[in-house]
């Protein structure tokens, strides 16, 4: 007889370290196994120098709010990581997660656009955005010296003659280390009496007679096969959630493909470059660019060493994960999805432009881009690093550039599909699919939610006492600026 597992989370990335979590905390008593095909977790997307580390909030990300009037997109997102920054300070103050600079870290988050149209479109988009409790702290500039004093390397030999210029910044921005935190919270699964079993790989998903799903996996080394049973199973197999979910056939994956999407990075550690940039510093999308591929100049600090990443840039590889399998592309094809694909492609015109020209970019070529942001850079400082792979979800004829759920009717399975706002929102994602496939505990459920989430069930912008409350305890809580 194999084993009966009340919960099973396939992939060791954030997503499934945060369910895992959250279950843990809610049912100590169930009985939980992750497997992770890599020999070591958060080695995929959810890896620091496979991501930008950004976390999320919409205080400088320009997609959220194409239209300079309406900041609704931009207050959801930045609620949803005010849950994120909520869970993580209980869980640091619960001893689950180690010294908050481990994963968390200070970077100011600015937007800085060039040309008269997107300076006005900057100004109008600070003017609404000042209105609103979860962004009053927001600063606005045109002022060189000013934006000299936020982020001297965009200042250096740039004449303001040019072109006219603004800048946005906020102070309480973040830097995630995601990879970090994804290893404290397996470390803490795991003394909790989950069952991590490294370099093994879920092949198969089969719903028995019983209720319960058949997890097939395989040992990396030696190859060994075996199964175990799940009352339930959670896909958090990043960019092969849609191949596994095929292989469980639920009628809710029927339709849906994933088209991957890679990137690079330009990295320097020159201390004497890095510590003239304090800021992640975003700005508008080029022609054709999917909105995840806003350049960005970016503060890192991984393992406690700050350094500066510039990017990405698009590269294109038929692997759902970086390392995936070349056939990924093809095998994922479907009678129910071909129509759907073959629209993306006709359709999307624009994007295939502008990977074409993101593939045919030199080195010289890329820091060229990098010298819009910072006109002093050389070539010569900046090494390039291949970030993870993305699997943008396709559906009905469209790319879509969110994450989206895919749960089974009888909430016994679900996975997820999809990228962004991605890890900064694991928490939201989790609390969503935590009421979708557990109805019936949700309720009960609620005073321990509240206690890890004190805003759980409510929103904040709404609210600017208790706003302004939860931004400062959880900065505290967290060492992070206001
Ligand atoms: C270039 C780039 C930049 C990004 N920037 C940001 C950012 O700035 N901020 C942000 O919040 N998010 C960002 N994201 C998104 C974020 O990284 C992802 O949303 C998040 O890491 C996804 O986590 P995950 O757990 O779903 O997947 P992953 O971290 O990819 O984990 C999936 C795991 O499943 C394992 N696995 C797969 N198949 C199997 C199997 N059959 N059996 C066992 N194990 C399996 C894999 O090996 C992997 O470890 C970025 C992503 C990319 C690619």
């Known amino acids: 007889m194999s084993e009966t597992y009340d919960v099973v989370l396939i992939g060791g990335g954030v997503m499934s370290a945060t369910l895992g979590t959250f279950l843990q905390q809610l049912q100590p008593d169930w009985k939980i196994a992750v497997f992770e095909r890599l020999g070591e977790v958060a080695e995929e997307s959810s890896n620091a120098w496979n991501n930008a580390g950004t976390g999320h909030s919409a205080l400088c990300e320009l997609n959220y709010m194409p239209d300079p009037t309406d900041p609704a997109k931009a207050i959801a997102i930045n609620e949803q990581f005010q849950q994120s920054r909520q869970f993580w300070t209980s869980l640091v103050e619960a001893g689950v997660l180690d010294e908050p600079q481990t994963f968390i870290n200070s970077a100011p988050h600015m937007t800085f656009v060039r040309g008269e149209k997107d300076v006005a479109y900057l100004k109008h988009r600070y003017e609404t ?32 003659a040019d072109e006219p210029f603004a800048a946005t910044r906020v102070v309480g921005g973040t830097d995630v280390d995601f ?5 404290q919270l397996f470390a803490a699964l795991d003394k909790s009496g989950a069952d991590l079993l490294r370099d093994t790989e879920v092949r198969d998903l089969a719903k028995q007679k019983d209720g319960t799903w058949r997890v097939d996996f395989r040992r990396r080394i030696g190859g060994a096969p075996g199964h175990i049973n799940a009352r339930f199973v959670f896909v958090g197999a990043g960019g092969w959630a849609i191949k596994l979910l095929q292989k469980a056939g639920i009628p809710e994956i029927k339709g849906f493909g994933v088209f991957p999407l890679g990137g690079q990075w330009l990295k320097t550690s020159d201390p004497a470059i890095v510590a003239r940039h304090k800021a992640k510093v975003y700005s508008q999308a080029a022609i054709g660019a999917p909105p995840m591929s806003v350049p960005h100049l970016d503060t890192r600090v991984v393992n406690g060493e700050a350094s500066l990443l510039f990017g990405p840039f698009a590269t294109f590889s038929p692997k759902f994960l970086k390392k995936g399998s070349p056939a990924d592309i093809v095998a994922q094809v479907r009678p129910s999805n071909i129509g759907s694909m073959l629209k993306v492609a006709a359709t999307n015109v624009d994007l295939v432009k502008y990977l074409i020209s993101e593939l045919l970019k030199s080195h010289k070529r890329k820091v060229d881009s990098l010298r819009e942001f910072m006109p002093t850079a050389e070539a010569g400082d900046w090494e390039l690093l291949q970030a993870g792979q993305r699997a943008q979800v396709m559906k009905g004829g469209k790319l879509q550039f969110g994450t989206e759920v895919v749960a089974a009717a009888d909430g016994t399975i679900a996975g997820l599909l999809g990228a962004s706002p991605g890890a900064s929102t694991a928490v939201s994602i989790m609390l969503g699919l935590l009421k979708d496939c557990f109805p019936e505990r949700i309720e009960g459920w609620a005073p321990k939610l509240t206690e890890l989430i004190p805003s759980y069930g409510t929103t904040l912008n709404d609210k600017p006492e208790r706003a302004r409350e939860v931004l400062a305890r959880t900065a505290d809580a967290l060492h992070i600026s206001v």
């Open 129 to 160: 955005l000042k209105q609103q409790p979860l962004f009053e702290t927001i600063e606005y500039s045109e002022d060189s010296r000013v934006i000299n004093q936020w982020a001297p390397l965009l200042m250096d030999k740039r004449r303001k």
């Open 179 to 183: 990879g970090a935190l994804t290893r």
